[in-house]
Structures are given as structure tokens and as C-alpha cells.
């Protein structure tokens, strides 16, 4: 089949200004996943090496330019999910790791855990040979100002990416420093399994962005995966998701993407804005910030 992908930089309102480097951004991870897909990659691999691209980006909450928390330092979260085993890998709260998807995948992979957080997780990355990183090294200017600020109200610019490889295989991948000014040890949604993300084979791949005390407590990205497996369209899941979100809370604030079994993209907001970026049927880099043009 042909293999697709879609990415997102965050669910919330923002300047407008801030528009074409979101967009650059997104169309910049979309294409770095979409030469994995062409080349014969792995969804795996093609979800790792585009949210890779926007953790490295400042201009997104997650890896470097991230928010920082309560006592100044930048605190990650991170996702991986593979849906042909429907295994997973996690971290939360992570301080001294530059790209903690990447940490999400080997624990993933090479233990025999699920979820490792704080402490814990930096010895696992450690173990795996990740290069111990000053946290400083994460901060960006703007972040800072945002930080002596003590501001809780910055865009949310958590990113994540879903695919489809040749094989029909999906998986999802999500990244985050999650809210700005967060308590210490504040995880939200990202990191969890059916709420940041879920991806099962022969159904799709979905990730999560916006409020996570919202969308933990739905688990959207389960709920999502689960209108699709009923056989609803994308654009049908979202719609339902959606209003499955505003049924339960006043300001539900959260959006989705998704990829189903078929390729077929889509994605969904109750926010202001959603900024995504996909590939599109003749193979070029497309974006939005609005979510609603996704084909
Ligand atoms: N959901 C993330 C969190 O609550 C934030 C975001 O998506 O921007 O940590």
C-alpha cells in the first residue's frame, strides 16, 4: 500500500505571526518521515524521525525550546506505540535526554517495561548509551522569558506524528514538556497510553494534543481509534471525538490525528488552531492551522 503520514505541532490558539514557523516546522518533520516511508521504512521508524525533527525545533513545546517547569528546569514526556504488536514504550518526567521519544522506542524495545519516569528513566537512557545532556541546554530564550514570567498561558505546542508503512503497519509517536510553569511532576496525557496516543493494526494510529487533564481523563486517543475500528471515515472519528470531548468538559481545548488502516489521514480540534502537516496524494508537503483541509 502506499505508506502515509501526518504530524502535528500542538492544539491551541496562538499569533498568527507565529503561523509560518509552525508551518515550516511541520512540513519539515512530514517530509523527514515520508523519505523513511518511501525508502521502505518502518511506521516506527517514520514517527521516531519526524517527531525527532520537531524536538529538536524551538519553535515546538518539546525537546529543545520546551516549557519549563516550577523550578526551572525543561521536563519531558514521551510516547512511542506500534500497532502490529500493540506494545509500547513510555517516559515521564525526563530532564537529562535530548530527544525522549527516541527513549520511549528503546524501552519499547529493549526492556521488558512499559513506562519508566524521572530518575528512572535517565538510568534506562543512560544504560542504552544516550549521551547525558545538561538540561540548560534545552532552554531557549523565549522559554525563560515565559519561565520569570511564572506564565501558565503559552500556546501548546506538544507535537506528534502517526503512519501507515507499505506493509500496513501503523504506529503513533508523541513528545511534550507539556504546560507551561507545570507543577514538579506534572505528566499529562502524552506519555499515556489511549490518551496521548494508541495505534493498533487493521484499525489506525491516532495521537493527542491540548488540555491533558482533559484528554487523560477521556482517554482520546483510544476513543478516537475505537470510532474507526466501528468503521467510521477520519473525518467522521474526529467529528465524534470532538463532540465526545465537549460533551464532558465546558473548554474541552484538545485535537487529534489520525491515520486509518486504509491510509486515509484526518485530523480534528476543538481549539483555536491545530497545526499539522501531511504529505499529500501526490506526494507533497502540505500544512495547515487549522486541521480541517487534511486529504
Ligand atoms: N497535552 C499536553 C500536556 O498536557 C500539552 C499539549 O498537548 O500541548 O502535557
Given at each position: ?24 516546522g ?6 523527514l ?19 525527532n ?5 524551538p519553535v ?9 517547569n516550577?523550578?526551572?528546569i ?21 530532564t ?13 524495545i ?14 534506562q ?12 541546554i ?10 520569570n ?15 501507515i508503512?507499505q506493509?500496513?503497519n501503523?504506529?503513533?509517536a ?12 506534572r ?69 487529534v490525528?489520525?491515520?486509518d ?23 507533497v508537503a ?10
Amino acid at each position: 500500500m502506499n505508506p502515509k503520514i501526518i504530524v502535528h505541532g500542538g492544539a491551541w490558539d496562538w499569533d498568527d505571526a507565529l503561523d509560518p514557523v509552525k508551518k515550516d516546522g511541520v512540513e519539515t518533520a512530514v517530509s523527514l518521515g515520508y523519505d523513511v516511508l518511501k525508502a521502505g521504512g518502518s511506521a516506527l521508524d517514520a514517527v521516531e524521525t519526524a517527531v525527532n525533527s520537531l524536538e529538536d525545533n524551538p519553535v515546538f513545546d518539546a525537546g529543545t525550546g520546551g516549557y519549563l517547569n516550577q523550578a526551572g528546569i525543561v521536563q519531558l514526556d514521551a510516547l512511542i506505540v506500534d500497532g502490529a504488536t500493540n506494545n509500547f514504550g513510555a517516559v515521564g518526567g525526563v530532564t537529562t535526554v535530548k530527544n525522549p521519544i527516541s527513549l520511549a522506542r528503546r524501552v519499547m524495545i529493549d526492556s521488558d517495561f512499559c513506562f519508566f519516569v524521572g530518575k528512572g528513566a535517565e538510568l534506562q537512557a543512560e544504560q542504552f548509551g544516550f549521551p547525558v545532556i545538561d538540561n540548560q541546554i534545552l532552554v531557549t530564550p523565549e522559554m525563560l522569558e515565559f519561565f520569570n514570567a511564572q506564565r501558565t498561558d503559552g500556546p501548546s505546542d506538544t507535537v506528534g506524528a502517526v503512519a501507515i508503512d507499505q506493509d500496513g503497519n501503523v504506529a503513533a509517536a508523541t513528545s511534550t514538556s507539556g504546560t507551561p510553569y507545570k507543577p514538579v511532576g506534572r505528566v499529562g496525557d502524552s506519555p499515556l497510553f489511549g490518551s496521548g496516543g494508541y495505534a493498533e493494526n487493521g484499525i489506525g494510529a491516532v495521537g493527542a494534543t491540548g488540555h491533558g487533564e482533559h484528554i487523560m481523563r477521556l482517554l482520546l486517543s483510544k476513543f478516537t481509534s475505537d470510532q474507526l475500528a466501528k468503521g467510521l471515515s477520519t473525518a467522521e472519528a474526529g467529528q465524534a471525538a470532538m463532540a465526545f470531548a465537549d460533551q464532558r468538559f465546558e473548554e474541552s481545548m484538545c485535537g487529534v490525528i489520525m491515520v486509518d488502516a486504509n491510509g486515509q489521514l484526518g485530523a480534528a480540534h476543538t481549539t483555536p488552531k491545530l497545526a499539522v502537516g501531511w504529505i499529500d496524494a501526490d506526494g507533497v508537503a502540505r500544512s495547515s492551522m487549522s486541521g480541517q483541509d487534511v486529504s
